[in-house]
């Protein structure tokens, strides 16, 4: 019993011994291991061993944080990495227990110079590490950045619009031969940009594939550096403004055109077009003015179809004025022009829903036109006739003494009063009845006019939208 305990004893013993000395082992195996990266790695400048100069940039976008229209401004996030190749740092891991990768601070070796040539603000980037694999790979890699850059943009397919905001990463130490950028095998063979960790901003859809290429530009030297290009292209969503903006103003454009539906007995025609015309203003004030982007050098057509939308609107007011003008002017008396009385009769007015003037009701109407102007010339022509006969069968009136003739008899007088008056009140009896007859018939071409203005008017309206959505999708597609 005391031997198997002993035993025991000696064993863990032996085991504890084993492990602590694995460890220092190991220990001194990774301080060996980056004794000798250091030794073979500079911090300034790049190896001379570097394989084929060439550094191989790694870009992942993960999320568009914002798109400022009005100051052209286009803010990412992204985790930009970099690696390179120095045959003299690769090491068998068997030989350092299994140590395949060594992590070190940033700054510990040399760093190639990349920055984003458009960056307006470097809003936060996290610190970067660089790690040593045994292959003789150099990864440096910083954990986030989130900046801003300036992006050119292009209204005039506002809300339907793409942007296209390429990213430039300038190697500013390749103009020096010190090392070129390269892409690796995959990236040459995709030619795209992985979008494995993106976030989709809910307004603008980062299109799919992101080309990615390496280009050289001239530094105004003759001399070539390197820069890699991302072209990153951004898509709209169109709901928003779809369902606030752009269909709202549609109904009301079209709902203007019912002012040529709307009786002019009822008295709001006016009220009804100028109230339409009001609240499409305040909608290219408010809504349109707020949202749209503020650019003189790619006017929005969504901005021309709206300025388009408004004259229109407008010149339905003035139609509106009109046809009450022309309504109104059979209580002047004022009779029905020959070609005009022709078209009020014409059997195809019933295409714009206005019933046919029959022609028997016409005769008798005319007929009593004919007689009311007959009334009219009665009372004249038996006042210029009495004073004759009254002289003719009166010589009593002319004195001896050779005057002029006296004063009228007094029942003379009397008759050529009540004669007169009569004649007035014939005359504006067929003056109010002529008046009374006219009307319906200035009333009937003041309808022809609101129906033909109606057609005419929602036609042209249908039209124009229908040009502005063809036009954006034909200016859309490739």
């Known amino acids: 019993m005391g031997v198997s305990k002993s035993l025991t004893i000696y064993c863990l013993f032996i085991l504890l011994f084993k492990l602590c000395n694995s460890k220092f082992s190991t220990a001194n195996q990774e301080a060996k291991l980056v004794t000798f990266i250091q030794s073979k790695l500079t911090v300034h400048s790049p190896h001379e061993n570097m394989m084929n100069s060439s550094v191989f940039p ?4 993960y999320q568009v944080v914002n798109v400022n229209e009005n100051q052209e401004e286009l803010t990412v996030k992204y985790v930009l990495s970099f690696y390179y190749y120095v045959q003299d740092v690769s090491w068998d891991p068997d030989e350092y227990n299994g140590v395949s990768k060594m992590a070190f601070n940033a700054g510990s070796f040399w760093t190639p110079e990349i920055v984003n040539e458009g960056i307006i603000d470097d809003i936060y980037t996290t610190s970067s590490y660089q790690i040593v694999f045994s292959d003789g790979r150099v990864v440096t890699s910083h954990h986030l950045s989130i900046f801003t850059y300036h992006c050119a943009m292009e209204y005039a397919l506002f809300p339907f619009d793409e942007q296209k905001c390429p ?56 001399e070539f550096y390197d820069v890699l290009v991302v072209d990153l292209k951004l898509k709209r969503d169109p709901l928003f403004f779809l369902s606030v903006l752009i ?38 004030g408010g809504e349109v003015a ?7 050098q790619h006017f ?16 339905s007011l003035v139609l509106t ?21 022709r078209i009020l009769r014409d059997e195809r007015l019933k295409y714009l829903l206005i019933p046919p003037i029959k022609t028997k009701h016409h005769n008798q109407s005319a007929s009593r036109l004919n007689e009311y102007s007959r009334m009219e010339n009665e009372p004249e022509q038996s006042s210029q006739a009495e004073p004759i006969t009254a002289r003719q069968q009166s010589p009593t009136n002319v004195s001896l003494g050779g005057d002029s003739e006296t004063e009228g008899n007094p029942c003379e007088t009397l008759q050529q009063t009540r004669l007169r008056d009569l004649g007035m009140m014939s005359s504006s009896q067929g003056s109010d ?16 006019v609101d129906r033909t203005c109606f057609v005419f008017y929602l036609v042209i309206a249908i039209v124009v939208t229908l040009s502005y959505f063809i036009s954006v999708v034909l200016v859309r597609s490739p």
């Open 290 to 296: 707020t949202n749209l982007p503020r650019s003189s």
């Open 321 to 341: 004025i009109l046809i009450y003008n022309i309504y109104f002017v059979g209580n002047n008396g004022r009779e029905i022009p020959p070609w005009l009385d």
């Open 58 to 61: 790694v870009l992942d976008l």
């Open 300 to 315: 929005p057509v969504f901005g021309n179809y709206m300025a388009f939308m408004i004259i229109h609107m407008a010149s």
């Open 247 to 284: 269909f709202p103003s549609f109904g009301v454009y079209i709902l203007s055109s019912f002012v040529f539906i709307l009786p002019v007995q009822s008295g709001e025609k006016i009220t009804f077009a100028s109230a339409n015309l009001l609240a499409q203003v305040l909608t290219l």
């Open 167 to 222: 990213m430039y990463l300038s190697a500013w130490g390749s103009r020096d031969g010190e090392y070129t950028l390269a892409l690796s095998l995959r990236e040459l063979v995709y030619g795209q940009l992985s979008l494995a960790h993106l976030t989709q901003n809910p307004q603008w859809k980062v299109r799919s594939p992101v080309q990615y290429s390496i280009q050289q530009y001239p530094d105004g030297d003759q």
């Open 433 to 448: 009845q002529k008046k009374e007859k006219l009307a319906p018939l200035w009333a009937r071409c003041s309808v022809m």
